[in-house]
């Protein structure tokens, strides 16, 4: 297990983490989100020991991590780099190879990367003559290709078109499937939710909520209401008792009230202005949760 | 994994992509051909027999041209063919000046009195160096052989003058057959060092702010420490410069044996091997400061600039050690000896003209070594902490502090 204990560190007069812990799990993936500037990127490369924590500790299976167990992690920086003039292949093969790997070794997994993501006919290019979809998959091989036991991904997702989004994810299924420790930060909510088992919100240099997504959404004192209806509701809705916040998304009002509330009684007060045609109730969004918790 | 094995990692991948870019061949077979040039084709251009045309007015031309031939053959090295000349006679002074004007003839003599140029023709031209002088001495020669009796013969006249009659001591101390050589190896060995210092400087220079742009520095140091990566980058690029600084040797000594003029095997071993190992303590000294200047900045635009006060200072070494170059026993010869960012240059020259005690030898690189110790250390905090800060250049001192 990957775990950030306690991790606090300062420039000057910003804190960038305060206290931040969370645990990674082998065969899991964890969803780290927070807005910018919440400290993602100072807390994963305090991992790598880019960033010397004030005090705090980075542990893997309860041992600090040095330079023979940071072999075994994997990394992709928020701000993405190959050498442009390097052949793709020959790049990851060096990756593997201060990664601890040998020559051979290198070479065999850095080609299977690149057949197994469709390059295998530009392994011998410069990275630079790539399309900029072939990039991020090099870029994604790079942090693979010495097969690490633990991934950290800082915003894998940004920049990504539909078609790098999707192998992204299938790419990082696999590698949690295999037992592997993941974790990767991310803005994009859905996207998360649709991924991840655990999440770990970081706001102002700590977590505000972590554990595993659908019992953070079980224990939430919100619940969503979703409703459609003719007649004008707007004025009403957002004004009955144990209604928390209303919006109209897609022609849908969207209510998010106490746990607590009689939803019955929600729905009988909305049908006196107007005709409910359609409801849902259902536990809240990783989106509620996340604006809930960094509010 | 060793630090040992992962410096030469980075340092294999540094020879392997660098040694194969276009920019490495490109500027190493450049600058071969310039040498290679500049060494063999004066010796071509200058160095053939050539064929005088003179042209002719009046009485007792022909014996003067005659007696310059003899002449010619004499201070032709052993082996060696000597200058020819063939003669045109002319009727008018007018005549044989439109021949001179029209290229048709190198020179014009007039009787045994004038010698008619047009104009200074370049060392090899017409008119130029060889043919008057060869003329003027045929000349005096025949004036002194009338004042000599009779059973004088000419050509025992002709070997006096043609020869030195005094022979030549040097009491300087160095040995004199290799005392030229010597000279040669102090200023060629001074260009050289002058040329790796900037050249490999920037080469470290823009590898450096190049994995710093391209944010590969990243990747590189969540396993490897920056002091592996600095140590991997300066080994690399000190092989390839090592490697091109060899090449480049190689081909000035053949270029030499071409021309001949000097014995190659008579090259003091001393001289050749300081002026290696000061080779690579002079690289070292300066693309230490080089690489922690490229730490400081994210484009390659602001490399140079970030390396301005570094250049200066190689620029003003080089121009400094002339001082040692004029004259090796000098007061400031022995302070740039002492003083880490000269010694580079000025101990080679110095050593090469044997002007250097052994002891002095050894303080020079005891302090350039000393000096190499500490700026590692503090380049390579600088380099650590001016890394991973991007966007705009970032101050020596903040990069300093800022090392995690």
């Known amino acids: 297990m990957l775990r950030i204990d306690q991790l606090y560190k300062s420039y000057g007069q910003v804190v960038a983490l305060d206290g931040c812990t969370f645990e990674v799990t082998p065969g899991r993936m964890l969803g780290f989100l927070g807005p910018n500037g919440a400290g993602k990127t100072t807390a994963m490369r305090s991992v790598f020991g880019l960033v010397t924590p004030d005090s705090g500790s980075v542990t893997w299976n309860g041992q600090r991590i040095d330079d023979d167990l940071r072999a075994r992690f994997g990394y992709m920086p928020e701000q993405r780099g190959l050498y442009p003039k390097m052949k793709a292949r020959d790049q990851l093969a060096y990756y593997g190879r201060i990664h601890g790997m040998s020559k051979s070794d290198a070479f065999d997994s850095a080609t299977g990367w690149l057949e197994m993501l469709g390059l295998e006919e530009r392994a011998d290019d410069p990275v630079e003559q790539l399309s900029h979809g072939n990039q991020q998959r090099v870029q994604l091989s790079a942090a693979l290709v010495h097969d690490p036991e633990v991934l950290v991904l800082d915003e894998p997702f940004s920049g990504l078109d539909p078609i790098g989004a999707s192998t992204m994810s299938d790419v990082l299924r696999r590698e949690t499937a295999k037992g592997k420790a993941v974790v990767f930060s991310s803005h994009q909510l859905d996207l998360v939710e649709d991924l991840c088992e655990d999440v770990a919100v970081v706001h102002q240099g700590r977590i505000v909520m972590s554990g595993v997504v659908k019992a953070l959404k079980d224990a939430s004192p919100i619940r969503r209401l979703e409703l459609e209806m003719d007649g004008p509701a707007d004025r009403i809705l957002g004004h009955l008792d144990g209604v928390r916040s209303a919006s109209v998304v897609d022609g849908r009002h969207v209510l998010l009230i106490d746990a607590a509330t009689d939803v019955r009684r929600v729905l009988a007060e909305a049908e006196s202005a107007g005709t409910v045609r359609h409801f849902i109730y259902t536990t809240p969004s990783l989106t509620d949760l996340f604006k809930e918790a960094v509010a | 994994m060793t630090s040992l094995k992962r410096i030469r990692l980075v340092a294999m991948r540094e020879i392997r992509e660098r040694g194969k870019s276009k920019a490495y061949i490109i500027s190493t077979i450049f600058t071969l051909v310039i040498l290679g040039g500049a060494i063999v084709v004066p010796g071509l251009l200058g160095g053939g027999p050539s064929n005088h045309h003179v042209g002719l007015i009046g009485d007792g031309g022909d014996e003067i041209v005659a007696t310059a031939a003899e002449l010619a053959v004499r201070e032709a090295d052993e082996g060696e063919e000597s200058d020819t000349f063939e003669t045109t006679r002319f009727d008018t002074l007018e005549d044989a000046e439109a021949a001179l004007d029209g290229n048709d003839v190198d020179v014009v003599l007039v009787d045994t009195s004038e010698i008619v140029i047009a104009g200074f023709g370049g060392f090899g031209g017409p008119g130029g160096g060889g043919v008057t002088n060869l003329l003027q001495q045929a000349a005096s020669t025949l004036r002194v052989q009338e004042l000599v009796t009779e059973n004088e013969s000419a050509a025992e006249v002709i070997s006096i003058l043609s020869s030195e009659p005094l022979t030549t001591r040097d009491v300087g101390g160095s040995d004199e057959e290799n005392a030229g050589l010597r000279g040669v190896i102090a200023f060629g060995g001074l260009v050289l060092m002058y040329f790796a210092v900037l050249t490999y400087g920037s080469w470290m220079l823009s590898g450096v702010t190049e994995e710093k742009t391209n944010r590969v520095v990243e990747i590189l140091l969540s396993t490897l420490k920056p002091w592996e990566i600095f140590a991997g980058k300066l080994t690399g690029i000190g092989m390839l410069g090592l490697g091109q ?82 004259d090796p026993t000098t007061l400031w010869a022995q302070v740039g000896t002492y003083f880490p960012f000269t010694a580079p240059y000025v101990a080679p020259i110095r050593l090469a003209l044997q002007e250097i005690a052994w002891w002095e030898m050894t303080i020079a690189v005891a302090v350039t070594i000393a000096t190499l110790v500490v700026l590692i250390g503090l380049a390579g905090r600088v380099y650590a902490g001016g890394l991973l800060r991007f966007g705009s250049r970032v101050k020596w001192l903040d990069a300093f502090r800022s090392a995690e």
Do not use: K
């Open chain 2, 245 to 326: 600084m060899l090449m480049l040797v190689t081909v000035a000594l053949i270029g030499i044996r071409i021309q001949g003029s000097v014995e190659v095997p008579d090259l003091p071993i001393d001289s050749v091997v300081a002026l290696i190992g000061w080779f690579v303590l002079g690289f070292l000294l300066y693309a230490t400061l080089f690489g922690a200047a490229g730490s400081l900045v994210s484009r390659m635009e602001d490399a140079q600039n970030a390396a301005a006060p570094l250049s200066i200072i190689a620029v003003v070494g080089y121009i400094f050690s002339f001082v040692a170059l004029n």
